[in-house]
């Protein structure tokens, strides 16, 4: 473990530590080549994950005691009230989409265990718990640099989704809310990943469970973006009103310095 004293150096290594992984998810795929396994196969895509999750604890356990690893990425925190809560947000979506939308038949596991299980896990580690997490809790930058980071990588990656300019561009703009959403959500509630983790991955399922207008990218149409403002203003109420049952607030931490 290294111990770095001046917020400069820890800013710096959050930022360094952030594009390092970046570039080895992008080429995390050469790992299953070497080891002649088809990458879309479900051991494939495990090993992958695996990987990737092996990388973010090693990064994080250079500057971060190895007794506190899981619980500074948020991994030791309630699992089943994470999922729980996060269940109880999307339920809006579930019920939109269940009468108004129509299920998809022709999706398939490997599908539905690469784009929501891993997806929703995978990002939310590396862009949550550990390139937030690292600006916000190791560098304690305040919220908004912490944030912006992450969000702007986590909606560039989703750019291909849009057919032109202005749908790309909206991708863009949904994604990157999404993730000062989560990043919010993950901080509000005592940094427990599984609460952003669970969003992620059940929001994502209900776009691939059900088929309606605009479930074939990420930005959505009226319909599902409606069901969607539902879900997130649930999510801020039930967030509000655990902080006033606590007698705590909203925002309880710094928000603009650097």
């Not at 973010?56 to 699992?79: A, D, W, Y």
């Not at 908004?144 to 790309?168: C, K, M």
């Not at 809310?177 to 991955?201: K, R, V």
Request: charged share 10%; hydrophobic share 55%.
């Amino acid at each position: 473990m290294i111990q770095l004293t001046s917020k400069a150096a820890r800013i710096a290594y959050s930022i360094i530590a952030s594009i390092i992984i970046i570039l080895i998810w992008r080429n995390i795929g050469l790992a299953t080549t070497l080891l002649d396994i088809p990458g879309n196969s479900i051991p494939g895509l495990s090993i992958k994950a695996l990987l990737l999750t092996l990388v973010t604890l090693g990064l994080t356990i250079i500057v971060i005691k190895p007794k506190e690893l899981f619980s500074f990425l948020g991994l030791s925190r309630n699992i089943l009230h994470g999922l729980g809560l996060a269940l109880l947000c999307v339920l809006p979506l579930y019920l939109v989409f269940l009468f108004l939308g129509d299920i998809n038949f022709e999706l398939t596991f490997p599908v539905f265990y690469d784009k929501c299980i891993l997806t929703g896990f995978k990002e939310e580690l590396v862009f949550r718990a550990f390139m937030f997490g690292m600006l916000f809790r190791y560098a304690k930058t305040g919220f908004f640099w912490a944030v912006i980071l992450p969000a702007l990588y986590f909606g560039s990656v989703h750019l291909y989704q849009g057919h032109d300019v202005v749908s790309a561009l909206a991708t863009f703009g949904v994604t990157f809310i999404g993730a000062l959403y989560f990043s919010w959500m993950y901080a509000e509630w005592d940094f427990n990943i599984w609460i952003p983790a669970g969003l992620h991955i059940l929001m994502n399922g209900a776009w691939f469970i059900f088929t309606m207008e605009g479930t074939e990218i990420a930005a959505g149409g009226l319909i599902s973006n409606i069901a969607r403002i539902i879900s997130i203003a649930l999510a801020i109420a039930l967030t509000f009103y655990h902080h006033k049952k606590r007698g705590g607030k909203l925002f309880d931490y710094p928000i603009w310095s650097l």
